[in-house]
């Protein structure tokens, strides 16, 4: 074991199990370790590095922000927070964006914002948030309190009060507890990651768009790893022909530096107001400069190209020996393998493909603008992975 992992399992606190390949740059959708060998990224980052690692443009976005004003306090106003707010309500219909640093804590922000609503509209016994069973929120206790995936739970009692959780893709269930718990808000993941790469069925998202404008309930939806661009859609809700009250994103947001946002529709534009909420590094100007760099570029034909790489991911993918079924939105690919996902990735790993796993699924989330050599090339080794006859 090199010097580096020694050192690193002594002093960080032990709460990821790493693999051990200790990376030192990048380019690209490629990345070196510290003895040179390369590999293709097919999980940017947990879906951050949107234009994968040193993005030339993403590059000196952040690069000449950093070199004027690297932080400023949100006492005052800075160009690129501002005119990432305005990108962001233009791309989406949208009103108001908060800015935080990451996605449990854009959902905290969503939280409070739904909480606030209800109460100032409806009383102070309409605070319950419905979330969906295997749903996954963030790891704040209150975050952890909306993820549906009891095993997160057990250790960190007493979690936030308030929250109750329905089986997805059951309208009728969500809409009865809904009404039952008196909801704020229904919050939502478009596509299920950590649960395993799952799309919510169109009936179920559009059916609860209409209940909750129907009643008066929040529908947020958690745009944390299907935003950006990632699902093939600026943000996943679009595939569904709905319009949120709020969405939660990060990841992809800031290309690989910590952003994350709640965006308010028009019904939520004004309830948090000021000193409700606020976060010191919250649209910070260099995160912010590199997100309009990103979000900027994805656009329809972009976006279109992701669309393309994706349905040429599934088909390569679907019906291979080893391969069970595939999952997912756009560059958002689950792969329910014959193996073990875990024994599939260590494998792709030692033929220099670094993959992710969601529940007993490999997970795939390439950077977005991967190109089509080096991915087919990625994929290649997965089938071969998939395909071999084990030991
Ligand atoms: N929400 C969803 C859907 C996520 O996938 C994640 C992280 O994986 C989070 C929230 C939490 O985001 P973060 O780790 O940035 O707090």
């Known amino acids: 074991m090199s010097d580096l992992m020694n050192i690193d399992k002594e002093y960080v606190a032990n709460t990821y199990a790493r693999f051990p390949v200790a990376l030192v740059s990048g380019k690209g959708s490629v990345v070196t370790d510290v003895n040179g060998k390369e590999y293709i990224d097919m999980g940017s980052g947990i879906g951050v590095t949107a234009f994968g690692i040193a993005d030339d443009a993403w590059q000196a976005a952040v690069t000449a922000q950093l070199g004027k004003l690297q932080h400023m306090s949100n006492l005052y106003y800075t160009e690129p927070c501002a005119k990432l707010a305005q990108l962001l309500c233009q791309r989406t219909g949208m009103k108001k964006v908060f800015f935080c640093n990451s996605g449990a804590e854009a959902n905290e922000g969503a939280i409070k914002a739904a909480r606030k609503y209800a109460m100032e509209k409806k009383g102070p016994d309409w605070y319950t948030i419905v979330t969906l069973e295997n749903s996954f929120h963030g790891r704040t206790l209150t975050t952890l309190a909306a993820t549906g995936q009891d095993h997160y739970h057990e250790l960190f009692q007493p979690l936030t009060p308030g929250f109750a959780h329905a089986p997805a893709n059951n309208l009728q269930a969500v809409t009865a507890l809904a009404?039952?718990?008196?909801?704020?808000?229904?919050?939502?993941?478009?596509?299920?990651?950590?649960?395993?790469?799952?799309?919510?069925?169109?009936?179920?998202?559009?059916?609860?768009?209409?209940?909750?404008?129907?009643?008066?309930?929040?529908?947020?939806?958690?745009?944390v790893q299907t935003g950006n661009g990632r699902t093939g859609a600026l943000y996943a809700y679009m595939h569904y022909g709905i319009q949120p009250d709020i969405i939660s994103t990060a990841k992809g947001l800031g290309g690989g530096l910590p952003l994350g946002a709640v965006i308010f529709g028009e019904k939520t534009e004004f309830v948090l107001g000021s000193g409700d909420h606020g976060s010191t590094f919250g649209g910070n100007p260099v995160c912010?400069?590199?997100?309009?760099?990103?979000?900027?570029?994805?656009?329809?034909?972009f976006l279109a190209e992701v669309q393309q790489k994706s349905d040429w991911v599934f088909s390569a993918l679907s019906g291979a020996p080893g391969v069970e079924s595939v999952s997912g939105l756009g560059l958002m690919v689950g792969i329910k393998t014959t193996k073990p996902a875990s024994d599939v990735v260590k494998a792709c790993i030692d033929k220099g493909v670094l993959c992710l796993t969601a529940k007993n699924k490999v997970r795939l989330l390439p950077a977005l603008n991967i190109p089509m050599p080096v991915l087919q090339k990625a994929i290649q080794v997965i089938l071969d992975v998939c395909g071999e006859e084990t030991a």
């Open 179 to 223: 009404l039952e718990k008196k909801a704020a808000a229904i919050l939502i993941e478009c596509v299920q990651g950590e649960g395993g790469v799952i799309p919510m069925e169109q009936d179920f998202v559009k059916g609860l768009a209409a209940f909750c404008a129907e009643q008066d309930i929040l529908l947020a939806v958690d745009e």
């Open 288 to 301: 912010c400069a590199g997100a309009l760099s990103v979000m900027s570029r994805i656009d329809d034909a």
